[in-house]
């Protein structure tokens, strides 16, 4: 089955400065790689996902890219704020309606003021 | 977390105790899962089901039962409860058309 790796489990960066948490996947028929936030207390929530088809996507500050070779993908988060300060957790899976979604053990982000 | 509702939020059992999670959803999904969030260990899936009368095992299904039997309801049994299964308990639906995971508020649940 898939296993996705993630890393690092904790991050801390200066407001203003950029974070990167990378992901490897197992399953080289996995093509959906969605990113989720969790804030305190809160169930995770979608904040970006890529598609094998792209190599990369932008939202404002948060950007996805995908390597389907090496089989890995990384989330960016440029200019950094306090509100960024969560659990971030990646997650590969098939895009068929039957197909389990397994994520990562997620990164715990600290933005430093 | 709109269209998933879990409860109890909190639970308190005693090793060997039983008890059941309740999942509700009102966007009509198929497919609904059940995870378990444990420090340094991420999301686990246990078991998910793709409509009524179809379930599956995820990562981690040992200690559990599902049934689905409406599209609305996913509820998770814990049969005979042990420490192990001591962890937060995530419903999520799946939208068929984006791939997105809805999460609920999440259960703790505790055990003795």
């Known amino acids: 089955g898939e296993n996705v790796e993630q890393h690092p489990s904790t991050l801390s960066v200066q407001e203003g400065d950029s974070a990167v948490i990378k992901c490897t996947y197992s399953?080289?028929?996995?093509?959906?790689f969605p990113w989720y936030k969790q804030e305190l207390g809160k169930g995770p929530q979608l904040i970006i996902d890529?598609?094998?088809?792209?190599g990369e996507k932008k939202d404002q500050r948060i950007a996805v890219t995908l390597n389907k070779t090496a089989k890995h993908f990384s989330l960016h988060i440029t200019e950094t704020q306090p509100e960024d300060s969560a659990v971030y957790f990646c997650?590969?899976?098939?895009?068929?309606?039957?197909?389990?979604?397994?994520f990562g053990k997620g990164t715990r982000l600290h933005i430093l003021p | 977390n709109a269209g998933v509702t879990q409860t109890p939020k909190f639970q308190v059992l005693k090793t060997g105790q039983s008890m059941t999670l309740q999942c509700a959803q009102d966007?009509?999904?198929?497919?609904m899962s059940w995870y378990r969030q444990d420090p340094g260990m991420g999301l686990r899936l246990i078991h998910y089901?793709?409509?009524?009368?179809?379930?599956d095992q995820g990562e981690v299904p040992n200690g559990y039962n599902v049934s689905r039997s409406t599209t609305e309801d996913f509820p998770l049994r814990l049969l005979s409860a042990a420490p192990s299964q001591t962890s937060v308990y995530f419903c999520?639906?799946?939208?068929?058309?984006?791939?997105?995971?809805?999460f609920g508020e999440g259960s703790r649940l505790t055990v003795l």
């Open positions: 890529i598609r094998s088809n792209v």
């Open positions: 399953d080289s028929a996995s093509n959906y």
């Open positions: 997650a590969a899976s098939g895009e068929g309606r039957d197909d389990k979604i397994i």
């Open positions: 999520a639906i799946r939208g068929s058309s984006t791939g997105e995971l809805f």
């Open positions: 966007m009509n999904h198929e497919y």
């Open positions: 089901s793709v409509g009524a009368g179809i379930t």
